[in-house]
């Protein structure tokens, strides 16, 4: 039986990218997206799209029934920041889509589920450097919270019922198809959109604040490979740490400046530098190298040099 897939939060900085790479592999018909609002872009025109409030089960139900899917990708969340603003919503939102989903494979509708975890687990107590991926984990942002309570349940539900649910624990993504959604990470996308509009950006983080990010090519690849690996492969059913390149504002910073020699950075922080200075600096993703052989291909300097090249055509301005 060939694989129906329901991408669910399709308009979100991954579901975008992942649209459009499991489209040319599954076939358009074959990788339904869905979002709370319709979309007006690639998404919906290249094939099916349904409008779904993740929190409405009934609803969800009834397009899992319509289309006959198999596998369902998860990536409808309110992220760091925003939730810190939203806290109810927050938790609402991230928790009750989570066991919706994990409920219909339990109820065998699908058989294998996509959810993303996040480096927002760990905590200010948690090792900062090469975090490992078993380690203290105590959170203290709503999102994060959420994330390490989703992980107990993937693995539970794993556990208990044999639901087949993946997971990885992305670092800060950075791209350049859609906006950036509202995470503490975000300063690493709206950089680069500022540097070639305005030839300036002011940072909401200190100038050496390191964080571990990833380009999104990637993300989209691990992602996919994690789904696409053989079931006895994926051994971790909680969330697979995943690492990136780490860097800070300042270094990015020099980076764009090779292509954009009067850029220029300010450091203005606010409620976010706390939010970043509970994360890790680093991750260790030794477990997902073994399991299932994931490599990372971009680094800082291929990863800034792919992003300006292409916003540079996105914005019409030759570099």
Known sequence: MSERILIIGSSGQIGTELVIE??????????????????SNHVMQTGPFETLDILDEQLLRKIIKKYKITQVYLLAALLSATAEQNIELGWRLNMRSHSHVLDLAKDGLINKIFWPSSIAVFGPTTPMENTPQYTIMEPNTVYGITKQAGERWSEYYYNKFGVDVRSLRYP??????????????????NIFHKAITEG???????????????Y???????TIELMEAPQEKV??????NLAGISFTP????????????????????????????SWPSSINDLQAKMDWGWNLEYNLEKMTKDMMMNLMKKYKINE
Request: glycine content about 6%; charged content about 30%; cysteine-free.
């Open 22 to 39: 499991l489209r040319r592999m599954y076939g358009d018909e074959n990788v339904i997206a869905s979002d709370i609002r319709p979309l």
């Open 216 to 222: 999104m090519p990637d993300a989209i690849r691990a």
């Open 200 to 214: 300036k950006y002011e940072s909401f983080l200190l100038e050496d604040t390191a964080l571990p990010m990833m």
């Open 235 to 240: 051994k971790i059913r909680s969330s697979y």
């Open 172 to 189: 800060g993504l950075i791209g350049w198809k859609s906006e950036p959604g509202g995470g503490t990470t975000d300063y690493a996308v």
């Open 250 to 277: 300042k270094q990015i910073a020099n980076e764009i400046k090779k292509h954009i020699p009067n850029f220029e950075i300010s450091y203005n922080p606010d409620f976010r530098q706390k939010i970043a200075d």
